[in-house]
């Protein structure tokens, strides 16, 4: 029996994939969490062999949680569910720690199929993620300017590109206005821009925001 555990912070979803799994004979919701910080406080205590976890969660979310939960939980296999599309955001989540990257309006049968994919074999990577690794170690590859950014770079660029405010985004990681602020000044560095209006029109540009 494969036991899963289920993060994400809005409880329709939960419900939605707690029935679907439910159908499942091979297949078990041992768990469930609403954000980042839920799951990290009780991980140590929940047995599980799968994590379904959103990355679009308020509060403690992004790549540094994937991190976080396999230090805590080396062997549990993160599976990502995720609005952004996968070739803009899968090949920094599997770098980071998770074992496979699923668009929440992907059909529930491929869901099904990854988790029981990461479970037996430790990664599911689709046909188009798997194109795209290909084509991201060919050697004559252009990196484009957003890709140098750190994981907790490309977080705080999505949030400032959609127009939050440096205040609440500082709220939302935990972390101090300043540290927020260093982190601005290096995303305009790095992508070569001078104003959140650039930020916003690179991001939309590259398909990084709808």
């Known amino acids: ?43 140590k205590d929940i047995d599980c062999d799968v ?26 296999h993160i599976l990502v569910l995720s609005i952004h599309p996968e070739d803009k955001f899968a090949l920094r989540t599997l770098k980071a720690g998770a074992s496979g990257y699923v668009c929440k309006d992907t059909a529930l049968e491929e869901l099904v199929i ?21 084509f991201d170690f060919m050697p004559d590859k252009e990196q484009l300017p957003h890709e140098t950014l750190s994981g907790r770079e490309q977080e705080i660029m999505i949030m400032l590109a959609t127009g939050k405010k440096v205040k609440d985004i500082a709220a939302d990681l935990n972390l101090s206005i300043s540290t927020v602020f260093t982190y601005r000044v290096r995303i305009f560095e790095k992508l070569k821009i001078k104003s959140n209006v650039e930020l916003t029109h690179y991001a939309i540009t590259n398909k990084l925001v709808d």
């Open 114 to 134: 990854a988790i029981r994919k990461v479970f037996s074999k430790g990664r599911y990577i689709s046909t188009t993620l798997a194109e795209q690794l290909a």
């Open 1 to 43: 029996m494969i036991k899963v555990l289920i993060v994400d912070d809005h409880e329709i979803i939960r419900e939605g994939l707690k029935k679907i799994l439910k159908e499942e004979t091979d297949l078990v919701v041992v768990g469930e969490a609403q954000n980042g910080d839920e799951v990290l406080e009780h991980i």
């Open 51 to 76: 994590m379904l976890l959103d990355m679009n969660m308020p509060g403690r979310s992004g790549l540094d949680l994937i991190g976080d939960l396999k230090s805590l939980k080396p062997n549990m």
